[in-house]
């Protein structure tokens, strides 16, 4: 199984609007910290916004925002999201053609194991990606100050037991 560009594109730019949470964020961020192109990106945010996981704000001053805190948002709907219109396999499309159609016994385990493949990624949420990950804070972070009050969140968080 490969996913597609526009997937791995939707997963970047939302960890950018998480590791930026104070922040709209504007696709030409976006882009420069992802390597991505602006063009390809608009189609990403689009869609991102389309499936209620970032509010988005037009005009001069305008951008992108996470919809919901990032712990409320799961891996697996996004990658469905951005996946589930696609095919799998062949005998997943509308115009299959395969001469095996109608006999073939492989499709009904092909759907259950990507069904699998979503479902173990359902209870991955953004912010477990992102929260106190001070690597990706360092890539992403489209503001020195932003990785400041990360940092001390972050120290936070770990000095209190749970």
């Known amino acids: 199984m490969r996913l597609t560009t526009r997937t791995n594109l939707a997963l970047r730019t939302l960890m950018v609007c998480a590791v930026n949470p104070e922040r709209i964020v504007r696709k030409s961020d976006v882009a420069k910290a992802i390597n991505a192109s602006e063009n390809h990106l608009a189609q990403v945010v689009n869609q991102l916004g389309q499936s209620g996981f970032i509010t988005t704000l037009r005009g001069r001053h305008g951008g992108f925002s996470l919809a919901r805190p990032a712990a409320e948002i799961s891996v697996g709907a996004v990658f469905r999201a951005f996946e589930a219109e696609l095919p799998f396999i062949e005998c997943f499309s509308e115009d299959n053609t395969c001469p095996l159609k109608g006999v073939c016994r492989m499709s009904q385990h092909l759907t259950r194991a990507v069904e699998s493949f979503y479902a173990s990624l359902d209870p ?26 990360s940092t001390a969140r972050c120290a936070q968080a770990q000095a209190v037991p749970a």
């Open 124 to 149: 991955v949420t953004l912010g477990e990606l992102t929260d106190c990950n001070e690597g990706l804070e360092a890539i992403l972070s489209l503001e020195d100050c932003t990785r400041r009050v």
